[in-house]
């Protein structure tokens, strides 16, 4: 086969993207659109005791104004919501639960005169004081509910980690906090709703077509086959486009109400307040190991935070579970209900939280052992699955050590903290492990190759800014002997084979086993119509001797025998080939543990008069089974630790305690890491060939990269001061403080 996949290919959605030819969800021409804005909380908990519509209605170009008076109640909200947050706050009632909360829509010719009138809604709220802050609602704190969507406990424990603690000579007791986070996509939630009769069409900003038409389709109480999805491209999700949030609903409410296509677009500072966000964490570690370092006992105590109207539960024990091996282990998730919106996932939800309590605490271990921490994680290396009792599918994360290790100089690593010092700046390395689950579901997929010798393959997948586009082409292409360009691919559309949410990294380990599958039917059919033409270079050879290379057939034996795609459909009379397949996860998937691994080493230069910390040196290795574009593998590994970037020195979201009104609900305030703040990052792709995970060997790259970014930077940050700052983000004024 031509070797499309594996090569770093350009997104072949790249021109459209950076000329402007891109169409996103809030930018379809609709003929009669109408514009909607949300009129939201200010307050932090009570209720809307009067609202005074009239100014807004009189207002000019205003066409409904939408509050619970007037609301419709909808049919599915008592239904369980497909996911936590879909079905709340739908305007059903008077209650305030939280700032920010959804109390109204505005609708109006334009955009402008729908802002103005969202200003001139007068109301008066029945005040209460609100629980704003994780910290206030620690004795609320109970067992979840709804864990995992009721898949698994909440908590698990193996052997006897008490036991094993107390008797152990080397111990470790701590806790580590990070703050709420947001997700701030460059792209803005938005959707555009259109009615036709009874059947609803959504220009929707998701990462998942499928589930959202079943949220919609379900709120109404309507067939899901009235409800069609498009979402062609998406300007990032990182988890918070996973869910089909209130706005999407009431934006289809406010459609069938006015008769009219409505868009609505959500401002910047409502991404802070109408699509879920990173649950604050408090996570306390009690690590134990004989002295030779191996560990006797690990135990992982989650306090986070939900709504009050929801249950979400940021899952930051599940990899302490898995990553060493250790015979005496306890989790528990333990989640506190606060006046604010629900949390969900974002990036790598738990693996990233969570690895970075477990990292950091490796790390501490390492230093009170004095023991080199990577050596620490050689010594505690998982051989197999424990918390699964099972092989691994696959695991380099040897490789990855000793790649990461070698591109980053870590043997050359003064053993000292706080040791390396020029002038007034202090420089330090840190290092931590990665993993992430390798998630597939089922998925299917089209692939259609005409007499004019190109292929459309369609799936409903979506490409959330990862490159699906592009190895959807490249699979296609090598599956059926084409060059990329003659591949289409296409996608973003329930009316398309359905596909899972884009969540969870499962998209290329899920949707391109359907593909290729696709692909090798419409390969055989082709072959088999090649042979049994009645004339021509392949007439009467069998199958399994003719290969196909860059839209040609021809006889293995002799290349010279060949005919092109388009000559022998052409000849044997047909339009096209097509075949749709649906892959699931192997029967046997269970038989093995399956994660990607990875390792982080950073360097940081540390200002010891400004507290500034600057990560000035980066190596990720990661080993994530067959990597389809080395290219978009790059830039997503680089985009993973970005994020880590962030969470380890600046991102946090400020709540006032007293209003529980987000007060940095902004780019400006809320600080996500710039070009000025990254340094050159180098990435390491470990070839990984894994026989177990679908027929590809894919795990998925989306969320790995980002697991334990944030605890490499801060073990260098301890590395270089010799403070450990066990509270994220690290900024400047712990660091000063702390001195
Ligand atoms: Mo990802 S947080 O599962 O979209």
């Known amino acids: 086969m031509a070797a499309s996949i594996g090569a770093g290919l350009n997104r072949v959605d790249g021109h459209l993207k950076v000329s402007g030819g891109a169409r996103?969800?809030?930018?379809?021409?609709?003929?009669?659109?109408?514009?909607?804005?949300?009129?939201?909380?200010?307050?932090?908990?009570?209720?809307?005791?009067?609202?005074?519509?009239?100014?807004?209605?009189?207002?000019?170009?205003?066409?409904?104004v939408l509050t619970?008076?007037?609301?419709?109640?909808?049919?599915?909200?008592?239904?369980?919501?497909?996911?936590?947050?879909?079905?709340?706050?739908?305007?059903?009632?008077?209650?305030?639960?939280?700032?920010?909360?959804?109390?109204?829509?505005?609708?109006?010719?334009?955009?402008?005169q729908a802002t103005h009138a969202a200003r001139l809604v007068a109301v008066r709220y029945a005040e209460e004081p609100p629980l704003a802050r994780l910290e206030q609602a620690l004795d609320k704190a109970m067992v979840p509910k709804h864990f995992r969507d009721g898949a698994r406990e909440p908590d698990s424990r193996r052997g006897d980690p008490e036991a094993a603690f107390a008797a152990a000579p080397v111990k470790l007791d701590q806790t580590y906090t990070t703050p709420v986070e947001h997700h701030n996509p460059m792209e803005p939630h938005a959707v555009t709703a259109a009615w036709d009769g009874g059947k609803l069409t959504l220009y929707h900003s998701t990462q998942g077509v499928f589930p959202s038409r079943k949220t919609v389709a379900g709120l109404f109480g309507i067939p899901v086959d009235d409800v069609h999805v498009i979402s062609h491209y998406v300007g990032g999700g990182f988890g918070t486009?996973?869910?089909?949030?209130?706005?999407?609903?009431?934006?289809?409410?406010?459609?069938?109400?006015?008769?009219?296509?409505?868009?609505?677009?959500?401002?910047?500072?409502?991404?802070?307040?109408?699509?879920?966000?990173?649950?604050?964490?408090?996570?306390?570690?009690?690590?134990?190991?004989?002295?030779?370092?191996?560990?006797?006992?690990?135990?992982?105590?989650?306090i986070l935070q939900t709504a009050t109207f929801g249950e979400f539960v940021e899952p930051v024990g599940l990899p302490t579970e898995m990553m060493y091996a250790c015979p005496n282990v306890a989790v528990t998730h333990r989640v506190a209900p606060i006046n604010a919106g629900l949390p969900t996932f974002m990036r790598a939800p738990g693996e990233a939280t969570g690895m970075?309590?477990?990292?950091?605490?490796?790390?501490?271990?390492?230093?009170?052992?004095?023991?080199?921490?990577?050596?620490?994680?050689?010594?505690?290396?998982?051989?197999?699955?424990?918390h699964g009792d099972r092989p691994w599918s696959s695991k380099s994360l040897k490789a990855c050590y000793e790649r990461g290790a070698a591109a980053f100089g870590w043997a050359r690593r003064n053993r000292r903290a706080g040791a390396t010092r020029e002038g007034d700046v202090l420089i330090g390395s840190g290092m931590a492990?990665?993993?992430?689950?390798?998630?597939?579901?089922?998925?299917?997929?089209?692939?259609?190759?005409?007499?004019?010798?190109?292929?459309?393959?369609?799936?409903?997948?979506?490409?959330?800014?990862?490159?699906?586009?592009?190895?959807?082409?490249?699979?296609?292409?090598?599956?059926?002997?084409?060059?990329?360009?003659?591949?289409?691919?296409?996608?973003?559309?329930?009316?398309?084979?359905?596909?899972?949410?884009?969540?969870?990294?499962?998209?290329?380990?899920?949707?391109?086993?359907?593909?290729?599958?696709?692909?090798k039917a419409?390969?055989?059919?082709?072959?088999?119509?090649?042979?049994?033409?009645?004339?021509?270079?392949?007439?009467?050879?069998?199958?399994?001797?003719?290969?196909?290379?860059?839209?040609?057939?021809?006889?293995?034996?002799?290349?010279?025998?060949?005919?092109?795609?388009?000559?022998?459909?052409?000849?044997?009379?047909?339009?096209?080939?097509?075949?749709?397949?649906?892959?699931?996860?192997?029967?046997?998937?269970?038989?093995?543990?399956?994660?990607?691994?990875?390792?982080?080493?950073?360097?940081?230069?540390?200002?010891?008069?400004?507290?500034?910390?600057?990560?000035?040196?980066?190596?990720?290795?990661?080993?994530?089974?067959?990597?389809?574009?080395?290219?978009?593998?790059?830039?997503?590994?680089?985009?993973?630790?970005?994020?880590?970037?962030?969470?380890?020195?600046?991102?946090?979201?400020?709540?006032?305690?007293?209003?529980?009104?987000?007060?940095?609900?902004?780019?400006?305030?809320?600080?996500?890491?710039?070009h000025a703040?990254?340094?050159?990052?180098?990435?390491?792709?470990?070839?990984?060939?894994?026989?177990?995970v679908n027929a590809l060997g894919i795990k998925g790259l989306g969320e790995l990269p980002m697991v334990g970014a944030a605890a490499a930077i801060a073990n260098a940050v301890y590395h270089a001061t010799g403070r450990r700052v066990r509270d994220m983000p690290i900024r400047p004024d712990k660091l000063i403080a702390a001195s």
């Open 24 to 64: 996103y969800a809030g930018e379809e021409p609709i003929a009669n659109m109408a514009h909607a804005v949300l009129i939201q909380s200010t307050i932090g908990k009570g209720r809307v005791a009067e609202i005074d519509t009239g100014a807004a209605e009189r207002a000019p170009g205003v066409l409904l």
């Open 356 to 386: 970075y309590a477990l990292e950091s605490a490796m790390d501490e271990l390492a230093a009170q052992l004095a023991v080199d921490p990577l050596e620490l994680r050689l010594r505690n290396y998982a051989e197999r699955d424990e």
């Open 433 to 519: 492990s990665a993993t992430y689950p390798a998630n597939r579901s089922q998925a299917g997929a089209t692939v259609r190759l005409g007499a004019d010798g190109t292929a459309v393959v369609r799936s409903g997948t979506q490409d959330i800014g990862t490159g699906t586009y592009t190895i959807m082409t490249q699979v296609a292409a090598d599956a059926l002997g084409l060059p990329p360009s003659r591949v289409i691919a296409e996608l973003g559309d329930s009316a398309m084979p359905a596909t899972p949410v884009s969540g969870g990294s499962q998209t290329a380990a899920s949707v391109m086993p359907a593909i290729h599958a696709a692909a």
């Open 68 to 112: 619970a008076r007037n609301a419709p109640k909808l049919p599915g909200t008592k239904a369980n919501p497909r996911r936590p947050g879909e079905a709340y706050p739908l305007l059903q009632d008077d209650t305030v639960d939280y700032n920010g909360q959804h109390i109204g829509l505005v609708v109006a010719e334009t955009f402008e």
């Open 677 to 692: 703040d990254v340094p050159a990052i180098e990435i390491v792709l470990v070839d990984e060939d894994d026989p177990h």
């Open 241 to 302: 486009k996973g869910s089909t949030w209130p706005h999407v609903t009431l934006t289809a409410v406010a459609s069938r109400m006015t008769k009219r296509p409505v868009k609505l677009m959500l401002t910047r500072r409502q991404m802070y307040s109408s699509n879920g966000y990173r649950s604050k964490t408090i996570q306390r570690l009690r690590l134990a190991a004989d002295a030779d370092g191996r560990l006797v006992a690990m135990m992982h105590d989650g």
């Open 522 to 674: 419409v390969r055989e059919q082709l072959l088999a119509l090649a042979v049994g033409l009645n004339d021509g270079p392949l007439a009467g050879a069998k199958p399994a001797d003719i290969d196909i290379a860059n839209g040609a057939l021809f006889l293995v034996r002799d290349p010279s025998q060949r005919e092109d795609i388009g000559a022998v459909l052409s000849r044997a009379g047909r339009d096209a080939i097509a075949a749709t397949r649906d892959v699931q996860p192997a029967a046997d998937a269970k038989k093995y543990g399956m994660h990607a691994f990875g390792a982080h080493f950073a360097e940081v230069r540390v200002d010891t008069a400004l507290g500034e910390v600057r990560v000035s040196r980066y190596v990720g290795a990661f080993a994530a089974g067959r990597i389809l574009n080395a290219k978009t593998a790059r830039s997503q590994a680089i985009g993973g630790i970005v994020y880590g970037l962030g969470m380890a020195l600046t991102e946090e979201t400020h709540v006032d305690a007293r209003t529980a009104r987000i007060v940095n609900a902004n780019i400006a305030e809320y600080l996500v890491p710039v």
